[in-house]
């Protein structure tokens, strides 16, 4: 199975920083992968595909880049609205397999 | 707009069994393939498999075969989930989610909380 490992597991900021998350994988997965943000008691929502494709409707300040084992999700100018946990999710190979989070506190 | 409707919160006995539903709208009901997702309690995300919507074909991911089952209705355009000999540590948040061509999840049900207790 690949195994996506995030970075950090927790990371507390205050708003309108700069936030890197970093998602790597076990194998190279080219560019399969997405990012999600959970909001409590939310179910997930999916903010950047293929690596860094954005979706309608997913605010400018979402940004995503990498391929193969190194991921990056960058929220630019964060907003107090962003805190929330974010997971990384593989769709290269069975099993498909999910990061194990970050979680964002915004102070 | 395209929704998935779940089914409301289960209580159940170790032992018992679960059927979980999952309504896709606003969309080709066998166009897309259904995800399922447990997310346990202050937990992270774990795939548990999909099912493909026009064929019927399930796949379930390793630590989620045998007592899970993917299944369809499609008279009533549904998909299903069922948890047999349920244990404590299956109390969890159950999502299903429709997969992009593009392999990502781009929506999901609210989540189906399972939970089991003597």
């Known amino acids: 199975d690949i195994v996506l490992t995030q970075s950090p597991d927790f990371k507390s900021v205050t708003p309108k920083e700069k936030v890197t998350i970093t998602c790597r994988a076990s194998q190279s997965i080219g560019r399969s992968l997405a990012w999600y943000q959970q909001k409590p008691g939310q179910s997930p929502k999916v903010l950047i595909k293929y690596a860094s494709q954005s979706l309608s409707g997913v605010p400018s300040r979402f940004s995503g880049s990498g391929s193969r084992t190194e991921f990056t999700l960058t929220i630019n100018s964060l907003e107090a609205e962003d805190a929330a946990i974010y997971y990384c999710h593989q769709s290269s190979s069975f099993p498909y397999t999910f990061g194990q989070g970050t979680k964002l506190d915004i102070k | 707009q395209v929704q998935l409707e779940q089914s409301g919160s289960e209580l159940k006995k170790p032992g018992a069994s679960v059927r979980i539903s999952c309504k896709p709208s606003g969309y080709s009901f066998s166009s897309y393939a259904i995800n399922w997702v447990r997310q346990a309690p202050g937990q992270g995300l774990e795939w548990m498999g999909w099912i493909h919507t026009n064929t019927g074909n399930p796949s379930y991911a390793p630590g989620f075969t045998g007592r899970f089952v993917f299944s369809l209705d499609t008279s009533v355009g549904t998909t299903f989930l069922q948890i047999s000999r349920l244990q404590e540590d299956d109390t969890a948040f159950y999502y299903c989610?429709?997969?992009?061509?593009?392999?990502?999840?781009?929506?999901w049900g609210q989540g189906t909380l399972v939970t089991v207790s003597s």
């Open positions: 989610a429709r997969e992009s061509p593009s392999g990502d999840f781009d929506y």
